[in-house]
């Protein structure tokens, strides 16, 4: 069924190029849970909610797409998704946001049935899909920075020095330094090691200590958190939180559109500029991102991880599969897992080292041109200070054809950029940060 002999390769190969990429995206079972539970969401919840997101959204891959790719909730938007939840004051909780992933992956699936997803991708300007990402990259960054005690509050300055002789800080330190020397030596699963690595020397030097079971059944506390699609949708109205569901609708859409084509093309598996099954690719990660809201995990995203598997010879959605397997297999390990996120040096240094691979985006923008350059370093600028994607997204759509028509290039303003500029000022104006 996944044409082996087409697509020159074998079950072994697969298998093997399964397991690599598994081993170079296995942090997200550890760092994602570790993430929301800042955010008041049950470990046991975000645990199970992100096995079964993965789960779904790579057999979907595999089974429909037939591609080497796999999907799991994404790195920054679990973090933006703390940030909405703590910046509101108690206004509402993570069941209000996991509302508006619930309504933003209904309209990704909408959006991926039909030929609107391309023309959105297409309208939005290179320059701000770049500061976009690199600016989550910078957000996501801090956060590990300050979690890890690295970096802490300062009254004069806002942010300061941590103390670097503290146990966290040095076991922080450790792990990033093994994981960035692992990665530039190019082991596969450099950041699954290092964390592995950092976790053995926390347990020996007493900073974590694993009691009671190693192995349990995976659970749900909460049951399912979205249950009725009109009650979310309500949600969503009552609190205001537009801005919201857009940000997690337009990061998700390019950024998954992007990492898929990108890793069929290192695959060999684009037909000129035409990706075949396109269709049933994106709703990979579409329908993943419903089911995951449903059960209390933010937005899902195809992972670059899965050039690492492309490398190792995957070509075809066997090897999928094999990480489907792998994820379920990962759910018997919770209370291991809930040990590990326990500690901010274990799951820090992934979030430093992915927020500085996403930071590549920065050397695509045309910096000599400032009516494109200044809307994404407003992006870049505003995500990690004022704590918010939305925000970022908000000022940089905002900024971007206000500069265009100043400098009388309107001709070069898509009219969905303008009504994304507008729908944006209407937000931040009566509806706050």
Request: glycine share 10%; net charge neutral; aromatic share 10%.
């Amino acid at each position: 069924m996944f044409n082996l002999e087409k697509n020159r390769t074998n079950r072994k190969t697969e298998i093997m190029a399964g397991l690599t990429t598994f081993l170079t995206m296995a942090y997200i079972v550890i760092v994602n849970p570790s993430i929301l539970q800042a955010a008041g969401v049950p470990f046991e919840q975000v645990f199970s909610a992100t096995i079964i997101a993965a789960v779904i959204g790579t057999l979907w891959m595999a089974l429909f797409a037939n591609y080497p790719i796999a999907v799991a909730p994404g790195m920054g938007l679990n973090a933006f998704f703390i940030s909405v939840v703590l910046g509101s004051g108690g206004k509402f909780g993570y069941e209000e946001v996991f509302a508006s992933v619930f309504v933003a992956g209904i309209l990704f699936i909408i959006l991926s049935v039909t030929s609107v997803r391309t023309k959105m991708i297409e309208a939005i300007p290179d320059n701000l899909k770049h500061g976009i990402s690199a600016g989550i990259g910078l957000f996501i960054a801090f956060i590990g920075l300050r979690q890890s005690g690295i970096i802490t509050a300062n009254d004069a300055t806002l942010v300061g020095l941590g103390d670097l002789t503290s146990p966290v800080v040095l076991l922080t330190i450790f792990g990033l330094l093994l994981s960035i020397f692992l990665m530039a030596l190019k082991v596969n699963g450099a950041l699954f090691i290092g964390m592995a690595a950092t976790a053995f020397v926390a347990f020996l030097t007493g900073e974590i200590s694993f009691e009671g079971k190693i192995f349990s059944l995976p659970s749900l506390p909460e049951g399912m958190i979205i249950v009725n699609p009109i009650e979310a949708l309500t949600d969503v109205f009552q609190h205001s939180l537009y801005g919201v569901v857009f940000a997690f609708l337009l990061v998700t859409v390019f950024d998954t559109t992007g990492t898929i084509i990108g890793v069929a093309e290192q695959a060999g598996l684009m037909k000129g500029k035409t990706l075949p099954r396109a269709k049933q690719a994106l709703l990979s990660d579409s329908v993943a991102t419903t089911v995951g809201a449903m059960f209390g995990t933010s937005p899902t995203t195809a992972y670059i991880e899965s050039m690492s598997g492309v490398a190792a010879g995957g070509r075809t959605g066997l090897t999928s599969l094999t990480v489907a397997c792998l994820f379920i297999v990962a759910s018997l390990f919770g209370p291991v897992v809930s040990a590990l996120s326990s500690l901010p040096a274990i799951t820090s240094p992934a979030l430093i080292i992915v927020g500085s691979l996403m930071m590549g985006h920065v050397a695509k923008i045309k910096w000599d041109e400032l009516d494109e350059a200044f809307p994404a370093f407003l992006i870049l600028l505003s995500m990690p200070l004022t704590s918010s994607i939305a925000t970022g997204i908000a000022l940089g759509f905002i900024a971007y054809p206000v500069l265009k028509l100043a400098t009388g290039k309107w001709r070069e303003i898509h009219p969905l950029v303008i009504l994304f500029a507008v729908l944006f000022m209407i937000h931040l104006a009566f509806f706050g940060h």
